[in-house]
Each structure stands twice: as structure tokens, then as C-alpha cells.
């Protein structure tokens, strides 16, 4: 193994491994992991393991905004900082969505495309059903799509990877292709 994209969930995996395969990119024969922690908080084991500590790999990462500061203490801990900036951090090959990976890609494609894909996996009528729902019925549109992303089983995962698949290749977030190219081989 050469190196390790650190990203909180499955769903992150998913599109980083999704905008590899676009490029052109085999991660594997790459010697390139795409670790999926279960969550932020890991972000020290994983670090013990894969870091200047442990296997001493390449490092980079993806991380929703609310867990950056979880990022930055365990990279300082690890031996890797200080790092105080978002800048220190995509220095070191670690990069952070506003808000989340979903929300960039929201905003990265617009309503109209998120219906069409909705739409081309039959899961329309499932997002215009929430969209209904008293608790839900007068947020925006973007907001309605978010919960119908973390509404179904594993549907996060797999519209991570139709979301990535489907934007023009300028529209990637750049958090997304930050992350990707930090692991590329020296």
C-alpha cells in the first residue's frame, strides 16, 4: 500500500472511488486505499495506523466541516501539524465539505438534475412523498433532498456514486478532487 484516503463513511468512499473510476484511475494497482473510519472520531486510531507512526503511507482525506476540528487534533497528534488553517490542512492533503459531501454535490448539480437522476432510478415518487411530509413540506428543495439521500438504506451510497457520475467534470467539488489527487503516486 502506498497510500490512504481517510473519509468519514461509506458514501464518501463511494464517490472518491466513483471519481477515480471516472478518471481513469485504478486505486488498487495504485496501492491506494479509500478507508471508510464509521465516523470522524476514528480519525486517530486511523492515523496511529497508517501515519508516521504506524505503516507511514501517503495521507490524505476527506471530512464534513462540523468534523474538522476532529481532523486538525488528530493530525497534530499524530505528528502531522500544528494545523490551524483549512489551508495547513489541504496542504497536508486533507480536505473539508461545506457541509458535507451530499451538500456539495446538491449544490454542485442544482434540483432539476437531482429529480432527473431521482427519476432515472425510480425514486421519484419516494422524494415527492417527503417532500409532502408536514416536517419537511416548506424547507427548499436542496434541504428535502438531503434527508431523501439519508432517508434510505444505503441510498447515500449509491447516489454518491450517480452524483459523481453524472457531473460535468468542471461541476466536481473541489474538496472531492482535492482528496483524490493528494493520493496520487509520487
Not at 30 to 50: C, K, P, T
Not at 159 to 177: F, G, K, N, S, T
Amino acid at each position: 500500500m502506498n497510500a490512504v484516503v481517510l473519509v468519514e463513511g461509506r458514501s464518501d468512499q463511494a464517490a472518491l472511488e466513483a471519481l477515480a473510476a471516472r478518471r481513469g484511475r485504478d486505486l488498487r494497482a495504485e496501492g491506494v486505499a479509500v478507508v471508510a473510519m464509521g465516523g470522524a472520531q476514528a480519525i486517530g486510531r486511523h492515523l496511529d495506523r497508517f501515519g508516521p507512526r504506524g505503516l507511514d503511507v501517503r495521507l490524505s482525506g476527506l471530512c464534513d466541516a462540523g468534523e474538522e476540528d476532529d481532523f486538525r487534533r488528530g493530525l497534530e497528534r499524530a505528528g502531522l501539524g500544528p494545523v490551524a488553517t483549512r489551508p495547513e490542512l489541504e496542504r497536508l492533503g486533507f480536505f473539508v465539505c461545506d457541509a458535507d459531501l451530499e451538500d456539495e454535490l446538491i449544490r454542485a448539480h442544482g434540483i432539476a438534475s437531482l429529480e432527473r437522476i431521482a427519476a432515472a432510478e425510480d425514486d421519484l415518487g419516494s422524494f415527492r412523498t417527503l417532500q409532502k411530509q408536514p416536517a419537511w413540506r416548506d424547507r427548499p428543495p436542496e434541504e428535502q433532498f438531503h434527508r431523501f439521500l439519508a432517508a434510505g438504506a444505503r441510498r447515500k451510497i449509491r447516489y454518491a456514486r450517480l452524483l459523481v457520475d453524472a457531473l460535468e467534470p468542471e461541476l466536481i467539488p473541489a474538496p472531492l478532487q482535492g482528496a483524490l489527487a493528494a493520493s496520487r503516486p509520487c
